[in-house]
Nanobody, 115 residues
Framework: QVQLVESGGGLVQAGGSLRLSCAASRSIFSVNAMGWYRQAPGKQRELVAVIVSGGSSDYADFVKGRFTISRIVAKNTVYLQMNSLKPEDTAVYYC?????????WGQGTQVTVSS
């Protein structure tokens, strides 16, 4: 199973930016999908953004125009650039990796947006 290590979370004021990184323990060249989910206290985990093997990406409506997912295959790393952050973006953000039927998760990184 692939190991995923997230970094880049932290505390930021509303309107600010953060960039999350997710480094995989092996090549991401042929994975079906990688992306980010988030979970706020008392809420279910929800999809934020995903990038698939062909390089196309998709976003939840609530982050469209503010967040950008990207990857550097040579570094086995996926990024989430988060701009114009809002207090409601506060959550633990989890990296997600799917290869065939096998799904792996990172340990999560906390993002806190103050008003």
């Amino acid at each position: 199973q692939v190991q995923l290590v997230e970094s880049g979370g932290g505390l930021v004021q509303a309107g600010g930016s953060l960039r999350l990184s997710c480094a995989a323990s092996r090549s991401i060249f042929s994975v079906n999908a990688m992306g980010w989910y988030r979970q706020a206290p008392g809420k279910q985990r929800e999809l934020v953004a995903v990038i698939v093997s062909g390089g196309s990406s998709d976003y939840a409506d609530f982050v469209k125009g503010r967040f950008t997912i990207s990857r550097i295959v040579a570094k086995n790393t996926v990024y989430l650039q988060m701009n114009s952050l809002k207090p409601e973006d506060t959550a633990v953000y989890y990296c997600y990796h799917r290869s065939g039927s096998l799904v792996s998760w990172g340990q999560g990184t906390q993002v806190t947006v103050s008003s």
